[in-house]
């Protein structure tokens, strides 16, 4: 056991310089409206020592691993007043914490609107966001980066282009009769994946009572298909992953002023005018800073 005390520690992964880089509650914060304890990212020593909070959010920075630029891959819930927006994206940031950027998410909500529409019945209306639910980020090659969606598992290919992996399964009635999840790449072309057939649609909009019955599979990149490869009936497999060498992602240098003392940390500003809302830009008067309390 490498951590201790009244904090959730989860989903860690190593980082090149071999820091341990996972997703904790040691912000002391509650999300402003269910008041669920928030989550951010933070570093240690492989024994568990020196860990450092490298970020905060009032949702939840969630799923770090480690992409082959040496930067951490990391999903985030961006929550204001949840009726407002609530919606995970995709992010990156240096191993201290910096240099923070939006790598696939706010770009593409038209076309994830028009894939499953709004979330549990309730329709996007004006500058409500809640369209975007992302999870499981991998690196896929340069550039490229590999997500669990409700549409199944995807491909980015820059901030405005992706590729559903199971499109031609959501073409047949526009639903796919197979939940996939859990995609992990062997290569460039196969993926390994949990997979199983679902028992019966949702009702209104609420859990089916009978569990989908997941397996590990191989599945095709340019088609889709899946290969059965185990499946234990009486319990759910996933979460695969391979045993086999991979090369080490390079050391990316921190900033001087990243090692704050206790809860200290830097704000980074901006014009409030670099937006995609042109109502934002022609008639924003008031800017709402929002912090999140212990």
């Known amino acids: 056991q490498l951590t201790r005390g009244p904090y959730h520690d989860v989903q860690p992964d190593f980082l090149p ?8 509650s040691r912000l002391g914060m509650r999300d402003e409206y269910h008041g669920y304890l928030s989550t951010g990212l933070a570093t240690m020593t492989p024994d568990g020592e020196d860990i450092q909070v490298i970020g905060f959010n009032v949702g939840r920075d969630a799923e770090p691993t480690v992409a082959q630029d040496g930067k951490i891959l990391f999903t985030r819930l961006e929550l204001f007043y949840s009726r407002m927006k609530t919606e ?5 940031a240096f191993p201290d914490g910096t240099n ?8 593409r909500r038209p076309f994830w609107s028009g894939i499953h529409g709004g979330y549990g019945g309730w329709t996007v209306a004006g500058y409500r966001h809640r369209q975007l639910r992302l999870t499981q980020p991998r690196p896929f090659g340069p550039g490229a980066y590999l997500l669990t969606t409700p549409a199944g598992p995807i ?5 405005h282009e992706e590729i559903l992996l199971r499109e ?34 949702f009702v209104n909009d609420q859990f089916p009572k009978d569990p989908v019955d997941l ?7 340019d088609t889709g298909a899946l290969t059965l490869l185990y499946n234990d009936p009486d319990a759910a497999d996933f979460e695969a992953r391979p045993l086999h060498p991979r090369s080490v992602p390079p050391v990316l240098s921190e900033s001087p002023q990243s090692r704050g003392s206790g809860f200290t940390g830097m704000l ?6 670099i937006t995609q809302i ?16 212990p």
């Open 268 to 273: 980074y500003a901006d014009s409030v005018f």
């Open 17 to 24: 310089n071999g820091r341990i880089v996972f997703s904790t």
């Open 155 to 159: 491909i980015t290919r820059g901030r």
């Open 168 to 201: 031609a399964w959501l073409r047949e009635g526009g639903n796919d009769p197979w939940v996939v999840t859990t995609p992990w790449p062997l290569d460039e072309k196969t993926l390994l994946v949990a997979a199983g057939e679902k028992t019966h649609e």
């Open 215 to 221: 397996g590990l599979y191989r599945m095709d990149v």
């Open 100 to 107: 923070m950027q939006t790598l696939y998410g706010p770009e």
């Open 88 to 92: 995970w994206n995709l992010l990156s």
């Open 278 to 293: 042109g109502a934002v830009r022609e008639q924003g008067k008031l800017l709402r800073v929002i912090e999140g309390l």
